[in-house]
């Protein structure tokens, strides 16, 4: 299985501050069909996750431009500009390259 | 709007099978793949496996033999069956499309005697 590493395990933010999440894979997620199946994901308390950024770096339907992707190959970050509170919750990395698809461990984000 | 919902028993005996039902609205599901994702207590999460549009599957192979996808397209619902289940399996299960877009509310499961 591809393992995601995935990290920090938790941040501790105040509002307007920049963070960044780092996701590194055992294999590269490049496909065979040329694209990289990296997704992020973000969790707020009680709710299903719900999709920040599909394949690496394109932005989910209505999700805030502070909110970015970037990277290649095995290496990824996700980057929040200027977090605000509904922002907080946690952040999993998911790879849909390779099967069985695996996530990261997860980055939990609270408000310092 | 594309709109998935998880149902199912809340409570399952160790050893027994867990069935979960997604119903969808707004999509079919003869297109697309449709899955199962779980997330335990803490924030792990698991990819359990998918079915295709053709109906077809793919399988996590952590779960072996245990696990079954199966579809309904004529009430466009899609279903989880786990068998031989252990506390282990004590979750909250998610139905999803491919591509994480989509995603039901998900339904926590307890495997308890």
């Known amino acids: 299985d591809v393992v995601m590493t995935q990290t920090p395990p938790s941040l501790s933010v105040a509002i307007g501050q920049s963070v960044s999440i780092s996701c590194k894979s055992s294999?590269?997620?490049?496909?065979?069909?040329?694209?990289?199946?990296l997704n992020w994901l973000l969790q707020n308390p009680g709710q299903s996750p719900k999709r920040l950024i599909y394949q690496v770096s394109n932005l989910g339907s209505g999700v805030p431009d502070r909110f970015s992707g970037t990277g290649s190959e095995k290496d990824f970050t996700l980057k929040i500009s200027r977090v605000e509170a509904e922002d907080l919750g946690v952040y999993h990395c998911v790879q849909a390259t390779h099967v069985p698809h695996t996530f990261g461990a997860g980055t939990k984000l609270e408000l310092k | 709007e594309v709109q998935l919902q998880e149902s199912g028993p809340g409570l399952v005996k160790p050893s027994q099978s867990l069935s979960l039902t997604c119903s969808v609205t707004?999509?079919?599901?003869?297109?697309?793949?449709w899955g199962w994702i779980r997330k335990f207590p803490g924030n792990k999460m698991e990819w359990m496996g998918y079915?295709?549009?053709?109906?077809?599957?793919s399988y996590n192979p952590s779960l072996k033999s245990r696990i079954s996808i199966t579809r309904d397209t004529s009430k466009n619902q899609f279903f989880l069956q786990l068998n031989s289940v252990t506390t282990e399996d004590t979750a909250t299960y998610y139905c999803?499309?491919?591509?994480?877009?989509?995603w039901g509310q998900g339904t926590l499961v307890t495997v308890s005697s």
């Open positions: 999803a499309r491919f591509g994480l877009r989509y």
């Open positions: 707004g999509y079919s599901i003869t297109s697309n793949y």
């Open positions: 294999q590269s997620l490049v496909h065979s069909d040329g694209k990289t199946y």
């Open positions: 079915i295709s549009y053709s109906g077809s599957t």
